[in-house]
């Protein structure tokens, strides 16, 4: 697996294509941090967000960057199964390096009005985890599964970040789809915890609604490779 | 009878609704080359797919007993980013041999392949059939004991497709090696059996014993080989490679030496 990751980590890098969402991401937290004085959670709440937009585009990219021969022949040389695990594990290890400079940067240039304590890095580290897989998990649904043509890749990607993130404000209007959405990946559910910028919202409920996102990424993975695996058969 | 290699039960495989293949039963032995022909369109590719597993069938049942199968694609990816030593050295970590024995078994491939000159060159500016050489030297590095290769011959010129079967030739006493082609050629060099692709159905036929011989000249001019009437013959440059039934062979090598060329190679066509 490790030769694997290193030569899609290769291939990935030499295509050039993270530039424009690294640039887009490093600009935006080099912008969210122009002014010192910043509340902690809310402000990693938003570098979570951009986290999430960061790993969709990502994902997307590392899930079509090969032409079909050299799909056919990864498949063979380390299985479906590797192959898709290989993508995965190189996304969300580009991911880290990335949630790594948006929890550091702030702190290097002393950004924020309180002083940041062990509890909002270990809650940062778990949002920024927990978004960028998101991230990988929205950006895997529009790429390798036959649901969504390959034209509609980036549509359905771009409306899938909207409704999860608009979606306090469409239930409020529909109330019904609250059951539709469910399938979504549950990022507003998390973020309004850290919205209030106050630990002492982070209790029990907090931990119920992220056991539950854990829980939901667990079998969202599952049934991406089952999808995954159905439409390369 | 051998170990058997791949057994195909009832197979059928669809691709957008479509039947490519139907109703396909065969066993396949080890250390058997087997060549997959059929016309343009036949299912020749997606057969060579499934018996890959890149492809799983619609319906029916497909067991693939080989330990490590090799798959070489008709046309090797374009956009491979990484030079050619590079690649090859990656491919080979995938199956976690350690980079000092691979070292040692990658020069000897890249030896016998003859494509030294080419290891530090950037794949996506290697010819066409320094690619094809690559395609190969990919499949082979994992130790395959079954080989897959679609068109291995296409758009190679007939320098490069000589040496290809003389290296097929070589892996074939050593693996099963599977092929789709045209060629009569390669069926004739490689082939034991011959797995016919019609109207999505596969018929297997074994190869009786050849009534034909091949044989390699050289020629002053090639004004005369007209005169002879040959049926099947290829020119490269100042070589020809002509296939004679077994009964007129000697009669034309006789000819051909009165005329001054010198016969470089006779071979029985398997």
């Known amino acids: 697996m490790q030769g694997f990751i290193k030569y899609q980590f290769k291939s990935y890098i030499r295509s050039f294509k993270i530039i424009p969402p690294a640039a887009t991401f490093l600009i935006w937290i080099v912008v969210l941090y122009h002014y010192s004085g910043v509340e902690i959670l809310s402000s990693y709440a938003v570098t979570s967000i951009a986290l999430y937009l960061l790993t969709t585009w990502i994902s997307m990219n590392i899930f079509s960057i090969e032409e079909e021969s050299e799909k056919n022949i990864l498949f063979v040389q380390v299985g479906k199964v590797r192959y898709l695990l290989g993508k995965w594990i190189i996304s969300i290890l580009i991911a880290i390096v990335f949630m790594l400079f948006a929890i550091l940067y702030p702190l290097l240039l002393d950004s924020f009005k309180e002083v940041v304590q062990p509890i909002h890095l270990g809650l940062s580290i778990f949002v920024h985890l927990l978004f960028s897989i998101f991230g990988i998990l929205v950006g895997s649904f529009s790429t390798i599964t036959s649901f969504i043509p390959k034209r509609y890749t980036w549509l359905s990607a771009v409306l899938v970040i909207a409704i999860t993130l608009s979606y306090d404000g469409i239930v409020e209007k529909l109330s019904l789809l609250k059951w539709l959405f469910i399938v979504l990946p549950p990022v507003v559910n998390v973020i309004n915890f850290f919205e209030m910028d106050d630990l002492n919202y982070i209790g029990k409920e907090f931990w119920i609604i992220s056991s539950f996102a854990i829980l939901y990424s667990t079998i969202a993975f599952y049934v991406l490779m089952k999808l995954f695996l159905k439409k390369e058969s | ?270």
Request: charged share 25%.
């Open chain 2, 1 to 270: 009878m051998g170990k058997i290699i791949l057994e195909a039960s009832n197979l059928k495989k669809e691709i957008d609704g479509n039947a490519i293949l139907q109703h396909a039963s065969f066993k396949i032995e080890e250390n058997i080359s087997i060549a997959i022909r059929g016309s343009n369109g036949s299912g020749k590719s997606t057969l060579l797919k499934l018996l890959a597993g890149i492809y799983e069938p619609t319906s029916g049942k497909i067991i693939r007993n080989a330990n490590r199968t090799g798959y070489v694609p008709e046309h090797f990816p374009e956009n491979l980013r990484f030079k050619l030593k590079e690649y090859l050295t990656l491919v080979a970590s995938f199956q976690g041999i350690p980079e000092m024995d691979m070292e040692t078994e990658l020069s000897e491939y890249i030896s016998l392949f003859g494509i030294e000159p080419y290891i530090n060159t950037p794949l996506k500016k290697c010819s066409k059939g320094t690619k094809q050489k690559v395609g190969i030297l990919q499949a082979l590095l994992i130790k395959p004991d079954l080989l897959l290769l679609d068109e291995p011959l296409t758009g190679l010129d007939t320098n490069s497709q000589q040496n290809l079967m003389a290296i097929l030739e070589k892996l074939k006493t050593k693996m099963s090696i599977i092929f789709t082609t045209h060629e009569d050629l390669l069926v004739d060099n490689i082939a034991n059996q011959v797995l016919y692709v019609k109207d999505g159905c596969v018929l297997v036929h074994t190869k009786p014993k050849s009534s034909y011989r091949v044989i390699k000249v050289r020629f002053p001019n090639k004004d005369f080989l007209t005169e002879l009437k040959l049926d099947e013959i290829h020119i490269e440059e100042d070589k020809a490679l002509i296939t004679v039934p077994i009964d007129k062979s000697d009669y034309l090598l006789k000819e051909l030496l009165n005329r001054n060329c010198s016969v470089l190679d006779v071979r029985e066509r398997i």
